[in-house]
């Protein structure tokens, strides 16, 4: 069979539109709003003093320790959505006819990981360790979070 006679076996889709103004809303955002949290962190007076441009000058804006720290966020993330209960429904019908299943527990996770916080905070007031390694690693965890994204 030729190249153009040859019918595809999935059904065209409707045109949806776009949001954020389409592609060049999304590179605006996805480049932007990067720069926008380092601007902030690094040139706010309050801030500035704070957090401040790090010491080692440009390397000092990565750390390998902060993204272990973050990648084990996002792997508790992880184990939490795998492990708490929540309720399963079925995505949109897709091209194929087939539907994803999705889980919805977001908001336990996030209950369970602020309740931690909570407790932590309770416990230790602001010298929390998680609160303390967020304010004296801020623009690390901007970094680490950016290159993971």
């Not at 996805?30 to 040139?43: D, E, I």
């Not at 720290?69 to 079925?90: D, E, H, N, R, T």
């Not at 006819?97 to 996770?109: P, T, V």
Request: glycine fraction near 10%; proline fraction near 4%.
């Amino acid at each position: 069979m030729s190249k153009s006679t040859r019918k595809s076996v999935l059904p065209a889709t409707k045109s949806h539109g776009y949001e954020f103004q389409g592609p060049p809303g999304a590179l605006v955002l996805s480049l932007g709003l990067p720069l926008v949290c380092y601007l902030a962190a690094l040139t706010l007076a309050k801030l500035k003093e704070e957090a401040g441009w790090p010491q080692d000058g440009i390397w000092g804006l990565a750390s390998v320790r902060v993204s272990g720290f973050v990648l084990a966020y996002y792997l508790l993330s992880l184990v939490l959505q795998a492990a708490l209960p929540g309720l399963v429904q079925q995505g949109v019908k897709l091209r194929s006819g087939a539907r994803l299943e999705y889980k919805f527990n977001a908001f336990s996770s996030a209950v369970t990981i602020l309740l931690g916080a909570a407790i932590g905070t309770y416990l230790d007031g602001a010298d929390f360790a998680l609160w303390t390694f967020i304010w004296d690693h801020y623009t690390q965890l901007i970094t680490a979070n950016l290159a993971i994204a």
